[in-house]
């Protein structure tokens, strides 16, 4: 079969993008081929023909045609008339959802959408990138309501898809790599690189993005301080909101400089080491479409610590789902959890009674390298300044899209109803 996936970016340091890279192996391996549709790709692929079609190389540039790529209609109708051959189309993410479904109404493809969430606008901090991720939002429910079938990657999605869409989704995890994250890997490398001892460790993997709670996990981590003060927080990820990180450092500085140690990206390869030498996961993140790093930790025989929100009761088997935004009973569970890391045995006891409270999902070995749908790309200074320039578009777009989606999709069924017709007349 000749299959299609469309993605915006192909990027290392997105990770909706690691799944499109595993999920192309995954079909190669299966027989069929493969082609990649994106607007610009940085990893190379042994298993598919990757096709740029290509944005502006400016990001605040970038980020205004992605959102506003309705109105490129010659390209539109360019990449559409190179998808008519395939079989089906797997889309990720808008604007190529707009792609898929523009293929299905001319050729009568199958469209699929493959469903790994778009975070509440209301998480994030000012008004300006509420207005963009609401559009953002807006599109992808408005491109994908239409599509032939639709994979999530948690319940939780397809619940939201659901409610969303009326789209009824299939749940797929895709596979972890357990052969990197597993127990028994060497410790020492982290610990000696930042210079974090033998000290009780807490570890945070992800983003540093408004809606992944890291300033009340940063609160809630100056509660344990005061019960145990040799504790070590270890927040791991890009910084991609400018702003967001001053306020995390203006915070960390307030409780213990020493005691937070922001590492910034850290390549996948050196991921399994920082589980190995912590002693509990945790993430105050208040929406997640799966939230990977808690299924690593497990694999590496770690714990975690979760606000009971999104994909969190779906994936944490071992720990605590604490009442989202409730700081205390946060740093309460991580006390507790850190008191008994010194005492193996009575810890596995406590833990194996912790997870009767929790409901016993499916293997994890069915679930994989998911962070969410956009990547590190939405830096803070340029989702501001694309705003700021977009803000004449949005008012066009705001009049203008509605009149301008009415009549593109009654062409569409003109079309469509003229080609029936044709059609029954020759057959």
Not at 51 to 80: A, V
């Amino acid at each position: 079969m000749k299959i299609a996936l469309l993605t915006p970016t192909f990027s290392q340091f997105s990770g909706i993008d690691r799944v499109v890279e595993r999920e192309i192996k995954d079909l190669y391996d299966k027989g069929h081929k493969v082609t990649l549709f994106c607007f610009k790709a940085e990893i190379k692929s042994k298993y598919a023909k990757v096709i740029e079609i290509g944005m502006p190389n400016n990001p605040t540039l970038e980020r205004i045609y992605r959102l506003l790529f309705f109105f490129d209609i010659l390209k539109i109708n360019k990449i559409t008339e190179k998808l008519k051959d395939f079989d089906k189309i797997i889309c990720y993410q808008y604007p190529m959802t707009l792609l898929g479904l523009n293929a299905k109404k001319k050729y009568n493809i199958h469209y699929q959408y493959y469903d790994a969430g778009v975070a509440y606008p209301h998480l994030f901090q000012n008004i300006i990138e509420k207005i963009y991720m609401k559009i953002f939002r807006w599109l992808t429910i408005h491109t994908v309501k239409d599509a032939d079938s639709a994979i999530s990657i948690s319940n939780f999605l397809r619940t939201e898809l659901y409610k969303e869409t009326g789209l009824t989704s299939k749940v797929k995890y895709v596979k972890i790599d357990t052969k990197r994250f597993k127990k028994g890997i060497k410790k020492g490398i982290i610990r000696e690189r930042y210079d974090l001892g033998k000290n009780l460790l807490c570890l945070y993997i992800g983003r540093i993005s408004p809606h992944k709670g890291i300033d009340l996990l940063i609160k809630a981590f100056n509660l344990v301080l005061k019960e145990i003060p040799n504790a070590k927080l270890l927040i791991v990820g890009k910084k991609t909101f400018g702003g967001y990180a001053k306020k995390l450092e203006k915070l960390s500085n307030e409780v213990d400089s020493n005691a937070i140690i922001f590492t910034g990206f850290l390549p996948d390869e050196d991921l399994p080491y920082c589980y190995a030498d912590s002693d509990i996961y945790v993430t105050a993140s208040l929406w997640e479409g799966f939230d990977m790093p808690i299924v690593e930790a497990y694999k590496c025989g770690k714990p975690s610590v979760a606000f009971d929100v999104a994909a969190h009761p779906e994936v944490l088997k071992k720990g605590r789902l604490i009442e989202p935004k409730n700081i205390k009973q946060f740093a309460d569970a991580i006390i507790e959890l850190m008191n008994l890391s010194d005492r193996p045995r009575w810890r596995e006891l406590w833990m194996n009674k912790t997870i009767e409270k929790i409901k016993d999902y499916e293997d994890y070995d069915r679930y994989g390298d998911y962070y969410e749908i956009y990547g590190s790309e939405y830096s803070e200074i340029g989702l501001s300044l694309a705003v700021i320039i977009l803000f004449p578009f949005i008012l066009l777009f705001i009049i203008i899209f509605p009149i301008y989606w009415l009549i593109y999709q009654i062409i569409h069924g003109i079309i469509y109803i003229t080609k029936k017709i044709g059609g029954d007349k020759h057959g």
